[in-house]
């Protein structure tokens, strides 16, 4: 079967770091995603990670460890606007099928 | 700019209807999905289709079906709607060998 796993829920304040974690079982891998999803609205795209390191873009960084089966989405410098729902997702074949995770619904605090 | 636009936002359903919900995509992306989402259960895949006509099956099928007649349209049918299949259904569409897939606003059913 396939499972991933990330915390329900984080809260942190502005201007704070927080980092969102993601372990998955799945029967392939080839990517882990992360989308962000505000209340009421769509899932949107954030990163892909194929290979193990970090990758930056602006205040979010997104890391993955293959050996690990382990992901996470770090955001910086946070503010009000990041408080929503984040979803990891494997890519578990070539033909483009994701399995999501249960979300973190992140809360920033003034 | 690139959309995925689901016909409704909301709809309210009675058990035993026969529902329909239309996606439509302006990008030319070959790959579209339906996914139903529920608090605590993230997003779950029902159906996908690859290419116009093609259609798969994904982790939770059953009472659902699907048809692709046109590439930019994916619509997803309750065939005989039930009160678990109250939830948040959410189209995607991903094209060729891209890996960032663009979600419709999604369309909350209500089945009654």
């Known amino acids: 079967g396939q499972s991933l796993e990330q915390p329900s829920e984080v809260t942190a304040v502005e201007g704070a770091i927080v980092q969102i974690n993601c372990t998955y079982q799945?029967?392939?891998?080839?990517?882990l995603s992360w989308y962000q999803q505000h209340d009421g609205g769509a899932p949107t795209f954030l990163s892909y990670?194929?290979?193990?390191g970090l990758e930056e873009t602006g205040r979010f960084s997104s890391f993955l460890s293959r050996s690990d089966s382990y992901g996470y989405l770090l955001l910086q410098e946070l503010q009000m606007k990041d408080s929503a729902s984040y979803f990891c997702?494997?890519?578990?074949?070539?033909?483009?099928?994701?399995?999501f995770g249960p979300g973190t619904r992140l809360s920033v605090l003034p | 700019d690139v959309k995925v636009t689901q016909s409704s936002r909301y709809l309210v359903k009675r058990t035993g209807e026969k529902v329909f919900l239309e996606c439509v995509q302006d990008m030319d992306h070959e790959n579209m999905f339906w996914y139903r989402q529920d608090p605590g259960l993230g997003l779950r895949l029902i159906y996908f289709?690859?290419?116009?006509?093609?259609?798969e099956k994904g982790d939770i099928p059953e009472g659902y079906s699907v048809s692709r007649e046109k590439k930019e349209r994916f619509s997803l049918i309750l065939e005989s709607a039930s009160t678990n299949q109250t939830s948040m259904y959410l189209c995607a569409s991903i094209g060729g060998v891209n890996t960032e897939a663009f979600f419709g606003q999604g369309t909350r059913l209500t089945v009654v």
């Open positions: 289709s690859y290419d116009v006509k093609m259609k």
């Open positions: 997702a494997v890519r578990v074949n070539y033909g483009q099928n994701f399995v």
């Open positions: 799945t029967s392939g891998f080839y990517g």
């Open positions: 990670n194929a290979l193990d």
